[in-house]
């Protein structure tokens, strides 16, 4: 289980990335890229959906459509809090994992 789908059992029942990615259509790998970044977007003073779209060349409806099987605005908010909770938070451990799986972090 991923820590991801970890957070998203806590917000939703019976959603994880496997289980959402097919439900949209998507790999795993871009629904945990439209998770993270809705998350991120979620608390800002813009759009949610089009800010993740423009972060990850994801449609505007296939974000959308994410927002509503993880149980919507609500839920989004509750996950995007547990994303931010706890110091860096886990946003930014899966940042440092990644980059230091790509070789960038120093």
């Known amino acids: ?16 990335v496997a289980n959402l990615a097919s439900k949209v259509g998507l790999s795993p ?10 998350a991120k977007f979620h608390p800002m003073d813009t ?7 423009s972060e990850t060349g994801l449609p505007v409806e296939k974000l959308q459509e994410i927002i ?5 605005e609500g839920s ?6 547990l994303m931010q909770e706890g110091g860096e938070g886990v946003l930014g451990q899966l940042g440092g994992l990644a980059s230091g799986l ?3 972090k120093s």
Request: charged share 15%.
């Open 68 to 72: 509503g099987h993880i149980g919507g």
């Open 76 to 81: 989004l908010g509750r996950f995007s809090q």
């Open 102 to 104: 790509f070789g960038t």
């Open 47 to 53: 759009d949610t959906a089009e800010g993740a779209a």
């Open 29 to 38: 790998e871009h629904v945990e890229q439209a998770v993270q970044a809705l």
């Open 1 to 16: 289980m991923s820590i991801l789908d970890g957070i998203l059992g806590q917000v939703s029942q019976n959603v994880d």
